[in-house]
């Protein structure tokens, strides 16, 4: 067997998106299994809508989800260049080839003579097919047209028959070319379009599987009509069902974050997110879900990837990101967390401390930028209550509370947790006809502005004396 190379084309007309991540994670995924090649090539054709901060973007995304490519455009290869846009003149060729041995020709037809045989097939209520009048043209008719000012597209002559080939991930699929007609393989200004430009540059990176997504399976049998007139191998292709949004519509921005960058700036943490992302479509064997990089390298195969649309569940997306965040050792969690903890003086803190705070608020969090919010009381001297913290500090029992909290709060031990969380316990039932909940909501209420939050203990301990005493006092209005 020839060796496995495979791609990802991204176009840089916008940031990655998940879908296209999704592609070169099982691009990934495969290469890496059968110890081949994975490739990253940039189709930037449409150099109008193409854009370097798109470029970076990719390159970024990609490296964060740890898929690093085999070859590409910044680290070069046998088979480069790997930007579509430094390739016009091979794509010139190609298509000159094509003409020459009679598979494609010049087409002079006008946008207004296109649109009138649209309008006629929509009259008669067939489905538009190019005429291919300008298949048979003459050298003089061609000079004709041009000194009118035409400028030619290329078109490619498709041929009418049955075309059938087995898709590894759909099974069998079977096409009738005489339903696509003639198409253009290069526009009237010298840019290839898509499907003539995918081919040529799949034939000469020698690719041998060709992954992406199912809105691609249309464009297949044009890909392999021109591979066969150019008289190379066809690599096997594989489409993968679309990623769909819970409600089943295609999944857009009014869903929420659709590209990988927005994923991981806002606190999904890159290894859960590739975890969840080769879990749209494709099935562990063992059933097991989260699983490294590594361990879904060994485990993948192209037969367990479902040829139906996936669902893009966010509430899975930050179960698994929860679970990952409480699985980092805290000064791993800590290093990832500090860019969402900023806007705080961390003077006020050792290390150890912050690292401390981190791991007291972890437990709930499934994004890392919920941290910010989650740390709040921890900073400052003084802390702002919400309207449920300010109702328990308003009740008629609060003082009392708080009172015996201020003698408490001179007991402590803060470097010794045990010691604290004996003494809260004891606290917490010294009071006849006070609930042992109201107790704990009112001394929280004091300390963090707020009735949830990181175990009490561990706020006290990490607030330190000083501290503990301002908030309390300021609560009893001292």
Known sequence: MSEVRVRIAPSPSGNLHVGTARTALFNYLFAKKAGGKFVLRVEDTDLERSNEAYIKNIFDSLKAMGLNWDEGPDIGGPFGPYTQSEKFETYKKYAQKLIDE????????????????????????????????????????????????????????????????????????????????????????????????????????????????????????????????????IPEFAHVGMILAPDRTKLSKRHGATAVSDFIEQGY????????????????????????????????????????????????????????????????????????IEKYDLTEYTKEKIEEIIAAVKEPITVLSEITDAVEYFFGEDVECNVEALDILNASEAKTILSKALNLANQFDYNNHEQIIEKLGEFRKSFEGIKPKTVMWTLRSALTGRLKGADLSSIISILGKEKVLHRIKKALGE
């Open 269 to 340: 943490l890159p290894e859960a997110f590739v975890n969840f992302v080769a879990l749209l479509g494709w099935t562990p064997s063992d059933g097991v879900e989260i699983k490294s990089l590594e361990e879904i390298i060994k485990d993948f195969s192209i037969e367990a990837i479902s040829p139906s649309n996936s669902i893009f569940e966010f509430d899975k997306l930050n179960w698994m990101n929860g679970q990952y965040i409480r699985s980092l050792p805290n000064e791993e969690l800590t290093k990832r967390a500090l860019k969402y």
């Open 102 to 233: 009679g598979y494609a020709y010049e087409c002079y037809c006008t946008q207004e003579e296109l649109e009138e045989e649209k309008q006629t097939a929509i009259n008669e209520k067939k489905a538009y097919i190019y005429s291919g009048k300008c298949r048979e043209l003459t050298e003089s008719q061609k000079t004709k047209y041009k000194r009118e000012g035409r400028k030619p597209v290329i078109r490619f002559k498709m041929p009418s028959k049955i075309m059938k080939f087995k898709d590894l991930i759909k099974g069998e699929l079977e096409f009738n070319t005489a339903l696509m007609g003639d198409f253009v393989i290069m526009k009237s200004n010298g840019t290839p379009t898509y499907n003539f430009a995918v081919v040529i540059d799949d034939m000469q990176m020698q690719m041998s599987h060709i992954i992406r997504g199912e809105d691609h399976i249309s464009n297949t049998p044009k890909q392999i009509a021109i591979y066969e007139a150019l008289g190379a191998k």
